[in-house]
């Protein structure tokens, strides 16, 4: 099953409009984190924001903020005032400790965003 | 600050010939290092992981191995390519420690096509 759930594998907006991108996960850890991460068509893969699960702070950074319900597993990036350099593929990962050392970083299948200008 | 650079930015290769791909972390010492794979379309999948020299753990078993020679450095590689090998091949790092320190950063990626 899978673990870190994106039902949107597209998305397109035009310039200057807000999108929210939702996800949705399934863990039995009580401390965990949320990313959101933004995959460029160079496959530079950016790190845009982090939700830790202990946090209940409206994290934000720039134009990237999130909503988070814990309770109902699930964390949306919301990108405002949407730029055509904001169109890529968006992932949604989580991070477990677990038995790795190291913990372990599950992806999402990712949401393409194409915006217009 | 901490730079990633990965080698080589694509490669073209026959079924069967082996493989090497390398990955450098700049500005941070004994991070954790990461392999992570993703085929055309997919989600990415972590291949690998290492918290010091010459240890390396096996996530995944794609009939691919890695080492870490030196603290700053992950080589991912095979003797013989397949062709499910294709695909983005992606190193990351992430600070010691684990809570905290979840954050993975990630190189520009390699990509791998095999005929």
């Known amino acids: 099953a899978q673990k870190v759930i994106q039902v949107w594998s597209t998305a397109s907006r035009q310039e200057g409009e807000e999108l929210t991108l939702d996800c949705s996960y399934e863990?039995?850890?009580?401390?965990?984190?949320l990313f959101w991460y933004k995959h460029l068509l160079s496959g530079e893969m950016v790190f845009l924001i982090r939700?830790?699960?202990?946090?209940?702070a409206k994290e934000r950074s720039g134009r990237y903020s999130v909503v988070f319900q814990k309770s109902l597993k699930s964390i949306s990036l919301v990108i405002s005032a949407l730029q055509p350099d904001d169109s890529g593929k968006y992932f949604c990962?989580?991070?477990?400790?677990?038995?790795?050392?190291?913990?372990?970083?599950?992806f999402g299948s990712g949401t393409r965003l194409q915006v217009y200008a | 600050a901490q730079t990633i650079h990965q080698w080589p930015v694509a490669e073209i290769k026959a079924v069967g010939s082996p493989l090497s791909l390398g990955c450098t972390i700049k500005?941070?010492?004994?991070?954790?290092l990461y392999w992570y794979w993703q085929a055309t379309g997919g989600t990415l999948q972590q291949l690998f992981y290492?918290?010091?020299?010459?240890?390396v753990e096996s996530v995944v078993q794609l009939n691919l191995s890695a080492s870490r020679p030196k603290d700053d450095q992950f080589i991912l590689s095979t003797e013989k390519l397949l062709l499910s090998h294709s695909g983005f091949y992606l190193c990351?790092?992430?600070?010691?420690?684990?809570?905290?320190?979840?954050?993975?950063?990630f190189g520009p990626g390699t990509r791998l096509t095999v005929l």
């Open positions: 990351a790092w992430s600070r010691t420690g684990g809570g905290n320190y979840a954050e993975q950063f």
């Open positions: 863990t039995s850890q009580v401390l965990y984190h």
């Open positions: 939700q830790m699960s202990s946090s209940t």
């Open positions: 990962a989580l991070w477990e400790p677990g038995t790795q050392v190291v913990g372990q970083l599950t």
């Open positions: 500005g941070k010492s004994s991070p954790n």
């Open positions: 290492s918290i010091t020299v010459g240890q």
